[in-house]
């Protein structure tokens, strides 16, 4: 359970952070520049291109289909669509690099003129292919090809978003540190990766605490639940790596049942109250009308 009391001992022990400077990331758009960093909380809406993706409302059944729904997720209010060809459900099928370029391609190319696009893959034939489309993000998640991909963006002046993980792509099946305060393992994780990401020319780094993969020992729902509600709540605390966060918020179909489409908004709270700058959703229109009702209310 997380109290008010619990909330003012965080903020008791690791207020200081939020007095580190993030450094903002600028994207130039196709509406003008997006900002990513403290200030108004920017959306990436979500996109898939596989029929594993457990997420059913956000799969799209053909690149036409993908750009249909990037466009309305764009005229919802986010600024950055985040399209993918393979689920990253530990279960799902591999997608190779021929079928994940026939996926994506017609869909970044589609969809560059509407917003700032962001592709999801670990492969480097495809971020090369799909940055010479028009994508302006890289949303890296396997360190199979790092150095290979982190020089791609650094040469197309790209984004990058370093997700948390050890293995070669999030497909693998892997462990959360096990430690009661997650936060010192995710700084002491992603401190040299953003160090070497600078160290190869990229200027744009975001990271991602790596909420929405799967994890051997967080199979149980209520124990991962309450997991991602720990870390969303105190994201703050990355503060000090100089970079902006960005977290999926999960959308927990065991605590949720029917009503699963209300949690992304339910989870945006606590990652908007704990510090989060780029939110990656399914749900654009929900998140908005959230965000909104926070700003205006003076919440956050």
């Known amino acids: 359970m997380i109290t008010l009391a619990d909330l003012a001992a965080l903020h008791h022990a690791h207020g200081d952070a939020w007095g580190s400077p993030v450094a903002p990331v600028v994207l130039d758009g196709p509406r003008g520049p997006v900002t990513i960093g403290d200030g108004p909380v920017t959306l990436m809406g979500c996109v898939n291109l596989s029929r594993d993706s457990t997420y059913r409302e956000s799969v799209a059944t053909s690149p036409t289909d993908a750009v249909r729904m990037g466009r309305i997720q764009a005229a919802q209010g986010a600024a950055v669509i985040d399209l993918g060809a393979e689920s990253s459900n530990a279960t799902a099928a591999r997608v190779g690099v021929d079928d994940q370029l026939a996926r994506l391609l017609p869909a970044v190319e589609g969809l560059a003129a509407e917003a700032v696009v962001s592709v999801e893959t670990y492969e480097p034939a495809v971020v090369r292919a799909c940055l010479e489309a028009g994508a302006r993000v890289l949303n890296m998640t396997g360190r199979e090809h790092e150095d290979e991909m982190l020089a791609l963006a650094a040469e197309y002046d790209a984004a990058v978003v370093l997700c948390f993980g050890e293995t070669a792509n999030v497909r693998e ?90 949690a992304e908004g339910f989870y945006a709270v606590f990652a908007t109250l704990g510090g989060t700058h780029l939110v990656r959703t399914h749900e654009v229109a929900h998140l908005r009308v959230v965000l909104r009702g926070m700003s205006e209310l003076g919440v956050g």
């Not at 305060?181 to 780094?205: E, M, N, Q, W, Y």
């Not at 994890?215 to 991962?224: A, I, K, S, W």
């Open 173 to 262: 099946i892997s462990d959360v540190p096990p430690d009661a305060d997650p936060i010192p393992v995710l700084l002491d994780h992603f401190a040299p990766r953003i160090a070497h990401a600078r160290s190869l020319g990229v200027d744009k780094v975001v990271i991602d605490p790596g909420m929405g993969f799967f994890y051997g020992n967080l199979v149980d729902p209520m124990t991962r639940a309450r997991h991602q509600t720990k870390v969303l709540a105190q994201g703050f605390r990355l503060r000090p790596l100089g970079v902006p966060t960005c977290n999926a918020v999960p959308h927990s179909f065991d605590v949720f049942g029917d009503e699963f489409r209300k």
